[in-house]
């Protein structure tokens, strides 16, 4: 066994070739190509170490077309046209007669003054006047009739009524006794209103105009 060994050529007294080197340098440049396409191809692992499961839901049947409403047959009533209403008729020329204007009254044309306008006739508006009544001017102090004498002896009293008629201007000319009263007490309230009492006349639209009026006077004594 030892005579083997020492026959034996070691490795290190091998020389290399130069083609064999080149071999196994393209031999692993060809593997390694060949695993770098493989990485290429290979599909990518899935690292999440499970398989999702999707369930999908089975399709609902739509429902089923509803009937269609049967249409009414029933004819709708007819709206009723409006009855035409007869026309005005057309007003015609026309002249009034000024014999047969009243007194007073204003005739004015309804249009511009052309062919075949009418006129109307309209009555003047008549507004009651504006009345004020009579206004006593006499002082107090002449106010009072004097007393009857007789009355006065006997101490009679008397309240009369009496309705004054005042001129236009103011002066007392009337005075007459309202309802039942003692005559002579009527003639002395006369002969004093008649000569001592004045009024401011009273007025209508400004003017002074004759009026009557309604007074009480009594005849009292004093004490």
Do not use: C
């Amino acid at each position: 066994m030892l005579a083997y060994a020492a026959n034996r050529p070691t490795a290190g007294n091998r020389q290399s070739s130069p083609n064999a080197l080149l071999f196994i340098i393209s031999a692993h440049v060809a593997v390694a190509a060949v695993v770098m396409s493989m990485k290429m191809d290979l599909p990518k692992v899935i690292r999440d170490g499970g398989t999702d499961i999707i369930f999908i839901p089975k399709p609902v049947d739509p429902p089923p077309n509803p009937q269609p409403r049967p249409r009414d047959t029933h004819a709708s009533p007819l709206p009723t046209p409006p009855i035409p209403l007869p026309l005005p008729p057309k007003p015609t020329d026309w002249t009034p007669d000024p014999g047969s204007t009243d007194a007073g009254s204003t005739i004015v044309g309804s249009g511009s003054g052309g062919a075949g306008m009418g006129t109307d006739v309209i009555e003047p508006i008549k507004l009651p006047p504006i009345r004020h009544d009579p206004r006593l001017l006499t002082s107090p102090a002449e106010l009072k009739p004097p007393y009857p004498a007789s009355k006065l002896a006997a101490e009679e009293e008397a309240t009369l009524n009496l309705r004054l008629t005042i001129d236009k201007s103011g002066r007392v000319i009337s005075v007459e006794p309202l309802g039942r009263a003692d005559p002579v007490f009527v003639a002395a309230a006369r002969r004093h209103l008649l000569a001592h009492w004045r009024y401011a006349p009273a007025t209508a639209d400004g003017l002074p105009v004759a009026s009557t009026l309604n007074i009480t006077l009594r005849f009292q004594l004093d004490g």
